[in-house]
């Protein structure tokens, strides 16, 4: 950030050592920082290394002259539009004004000095100075502000927005929870609705997942939830959903079931995938479990027109699954109907 209480700086080139006295003797009277130069050369590099308030250049000096180091200077952005008041020994033209004008001068000075004019336009341009670093370092203090105000309004919306989805989602797996998997199955519904299509509900349980628990403890059921999660989400395609409805269940709405025999392949394939083993990575082993799982079928409309029927129809499927153990799943019969 750019500090208001900076010295100013004024350059002062000239190749007579006296005239650099004379000079250094009367600027002393301001607070500032005086750099000195005894060739255009050397008036460019102090440019570089230096923000000046002003530019105090002789007309006349070795190897560079005041004019040619002024027009060096206004080639480049950095220091286009430093003030320069040239100081000839002779009486300026009209010409060599305009040539000097041209090349960014403000203003004249003949030697010999006129202290009270000298002291004078040098006040103007320090003041010009100050005002405009005051400027800066409002607008400097402004942007930092409002980069500040800006940072604070993006950590608030993803704060927002972190409420937002851990209201929505389990926070074990990630997975859409209860809520958010009510609030899919209804744009489901109305979809259908719209278009006479069908969708089919899965509802799915996690058989011997208890005996992992037992044997390997809640970090083990843990795991393997997350496990099974990430296989369900994986099989998903384009418009499904997977959501944890419970401690080890879970419920998959498949967009894309026109009928019974299109939802059994998908439910087939879920089994399969889920009953490969899974290797658990605890805190000090890694252990491999395998399970299995209970599905339960429902379409809509076919076995429910809202979420409460539907959501039923395939809970009673999936328990007369597990209560079979030679079937893998079972789908909604018409008596499910609620």
């Not at 000096?61 to 480049?76: C, I, R, V």
């Not at 402004?142 to 927002?160: Q, S």
Request: charged share 30%.
């Amino acid at each position: 950030m750019i500090e208001s209480t900076l010295r100013p700086k004024v350059l002062v080139a000239d190749d007579n050592e006296h005239n650099l006295i004379a000079m250094r003797r009367l600027l002393g009277r301001f607070e500032i920082d005086i750099v000195e130069a005894r060739t255009g050369s050397e008036a460019l590099s102090a440019t570089l290394d230096h923000d000046f308030a002003l530019l105090l250049l002789d007309v006349h000096m070795p190897e560079m002259d005041g004019f040619e180091a002024a027009k060096l200077l206004a080639q480049e952005e950095a220091t286009r539009y430093l003030p320069i008041i040239f100081v000839t020994a002779t009486h300026a033209d009209d010409l060599n004004r305009l040539r000097g004008y041209g090349f960014g001068a403000v203003d004249y000075i003949t030697k010999p000095v006129n202290e009270s004019i000298l002291l004078s336009k040098v006040q103007v341009f320090l003041e010009l100075y100050r005002h405009r670093n005051a400027l800066r370092v409002a607008a400097e203090t402004l942007r930092e502000r409002n980069r500040m105000l800006e940072a604070e309004i993006a950590e608030r919306r993803r704060a927002e927005e972190l409420v937002r989805h851990q209201a929505i989602h389990d926070s074990l797996t990630g997975l859409p929870n209860r809520l958010l998997f009510e609030d899919r199955i209804e744009v489901a519904i109305e979809r259908c609705r719209r278009d006479s299509s069908r969708f089919a509900l899965i509802y799915i349980d996690i058989d011997h997942f208890k005996p992992v628990n037992d044997r390997y403890g809640h970090l083990a059921g843990d795991v393997l939830l997350v496990g099974v999660a990430q296989r369900l989400r994986q099989a998903m395609r384009t418009g499904d959903t997977v959501a944890r409805v419970g401690g080890d269940e879970f419920v998959v709405i498949l967009e894309r079931a026109p009928d019974i025999e299109a939802a059994s392949r998908r439910v087939e394939s879920l089994a399969m995938t889920l009953a490969a083993p899974y290797a658990l990575v605890l805190r000090e082993e890694t252990v491999e479990v395998k399970i299995s799982a209970s599905f339960g079928v429902a379409l809509y409309p076919d076995h429910g027109d809202d979420y409460d029927s539907l959501l039923h129809a395939a809970d009673d499927a999936m328990y007369r699954a597990k209560r079979d153990p030679a079937r893998r799943y079972a789908v909604a019969e018409a008596d499910d109907d609620r």
